[in-house]
Structure formats: structure tokens, C-alpha cells
């Protein structure tokens, strides 16, 4: 192999580990969880206490993000998640998520079960609703070794060669137990102007420990997540529904505002449209539309931060699919006003 081709291997590496400490390190940037555009249609990562709200038996959520496509191996985050209502006050629900980027195969993974308490109603017929969630599960950080080069493998008569024996000692792969825990107000009452929702959610109570670390005895930090939002209706056509983000990771935040409004096109089918924006990092525009009891919707970000000139000005995409599965008799008869999408 020509030292030009070993430079082109070691700037991707380079590369890859750049965008990560980047994207950890920089407060109001990222933090070191994946994150969402479309946060709110994949409620599992956002507060185990969404889990079973909404107006159904069971509900199927899928979600891909595809970030910084111009990166040799970029970012590609996939999630799913279950979850099941129950008519005793308690839902259940369980999600899998996978990040992966990078030349050297690095792989981010967590499977959590979660499980909410619905049982604390109050107000008129009780649509005011407070909910308490807990998650349990692990997670998982890995990368392959064998697919990074280093200094010591360069010979300066033969060159670069992967048999070359490194002295590097990595350890490649992190597993640990993790929990967390939300809780989560909501206004379902029908026929109101507005309906309030809100919640707070953290992550990583266990502190699990990041072998990946400078020493390797570091720990996770807590996620702190804050989220709200309200549905105004215009008229019986019409909604728009405002929300608002505020994440904190260690050092890193993150903070999110935007709205959608919704157009009610006939009894099964609505139109979605609308815009976040990420302080200091993106605007993102979201579509979406509702055919009987399935939801697409995507999202695209637009970078205005300096790290949109790390990685030459690309952007991210989102994509999401929700299937909401109902007995044949719906209950109750009147609408139920979710707290999301």
C-alpha cells in the first residue's frame, strides 16, 4: 500500500474519532446519547412515562436517522419500539436502538423494557393524566479494532501492512446494565382550545462506566430531559401544536424549538407540517401524514453550525413509521388527545 493510501486510511480514522469528541465535547452541540429530530414520534428514547399514550391496543414505532453523509462511514441510527396498553393502570413497552459510524465499525446499543403507571387521574372525567415510567435494560458501545491502522504498523522500507503486529492496547467493548425513569402530565380532554403536555425524564441513573474513557474509569452521565408542548385547536380542520426541548448531558445541552400544524384531510387521513430548530446546530423541517392507523413522517436537518464545515456542509435525514393497532370497538368513543404526534 502507497503512503498515500495509508494518509487517506488515517485521516478517515482521525476523522471519525474527531466528529465523536466533537460531538460529546461542545456544549449546546450534541451530547453523547444519539439523538432525534423527530423526538416526539419515537417516544421510548424520550420518557419511559409516554409509554401506552395513545388511542390503541398496541403501537409499533420505527425511526432512522442517516447523519453527516459526506463522512466516509456515516452516522446511521435505526430504532424500534412496542408498546401495550392495559386496562389496569399499567402499560408496557420495549425498545431497541443501534448506532453505528465510522471506519472503525463503531457501534452504539441499547434494549430497554420500559413500564408506566397511568393510574393517577384527576379533573373533569379524569382526562387529566399523570404518569410515572421506569426503564431497565443495557447498553452496549463496541468498535472493531481490526479495521483501525496505527503509527507502529508502518514500516519505513516496506510501508504500511495490516500483519504488521501493533502495540496498541484497546479495549473495544463497553456493556453494562442502565436505567431510568420519567414522569409525564397530559390534558386528554376532547374539545378543548388547548391541551398541555409535559414531562422530565432521566437517563443512565446507573452511571454506567465508559471503559472508552482517557483512564477507562470514567462514567456515563446522566441525561436530564425536559420536554412540553401544547395542542391548539384553530377549528375543527385545523391544529398546531408548539413544542419544546431542553436536554442536558454533562456539559452538553441541547435545546429544541419548533411547531407542526395538523389538517384534518377526511375521517382517516391528516396532513402534517413543520419546523424545529436546534440552537446553534440546525433547522430541521418535518412532513408527515397519517393513512388509517399509520403515521410517515421525515425530516431533514439543515446544518448552520461550525460543524457543518467539518463534515463539507452535508446534512441529516429522518425517517419514521408508527402502526397503531385497535380492537374493533374504539374506547373511548370521543377522540383521545395524545400527548405527541
Known sequence: MCKKNLQLRIFRNVMFFSLAFFSASQEGRAQVDPHFSQYYVYPSWLNPALTGAFDGTYRVSGIYRNQWGNVSAPFKTPGVSLDLTTDKHINFGGSILSQKAGDGGYTYTTAYGNVAYTGVRFGPQEFKRLVFGLQLGFIQRRFDPSKLTFGDQWNPVTGYSSSNPSSEVINSKNSNFDAGAGVMYYDAQPGKKTNFFGGYAVSHLTRPEDKFSAYGNARLPMRHT?????????????????????????????????????????????????????????????????????????????????????????????????FIGRKSVKTPEVEFVCPRL
Open 226 to 322: 425536559f420536554h412540553a408542548g401544547a395542542r391548539i385547536n384553530i377549528n375543527d380542520q385545523f391544529s398546531i401544536t408548539p413544542n419544546a426541548l431542553f436536554l442536558k448531558q454533562g456539559t452538553a445541552t441541547e435545546t429544541m424549538l419548533g411547531a407542526y400544524g395538523k389538517v384534518k384531510v377526511n375521517a382517516s387521513n391528516d396532513f402534517m407540517i413543520g419546523v424545529n430548530y436546534r440552537f446553534d446546530d440546525a433547522l430541521s423541517p418535518f412532513v408527515g401524514f397519517t393513512y388509517n392507523n399509520l403515521l410517515i413522517s421525515a425530516a431533514y436537518d439543515v446544518n448552520t453550525s461550525d460543524l457543518g464545515k467539518l463534515v463539507k456542509g452535508t446534512n441529516s435525514f429522518e425517517i419514521s413509521l408508527t
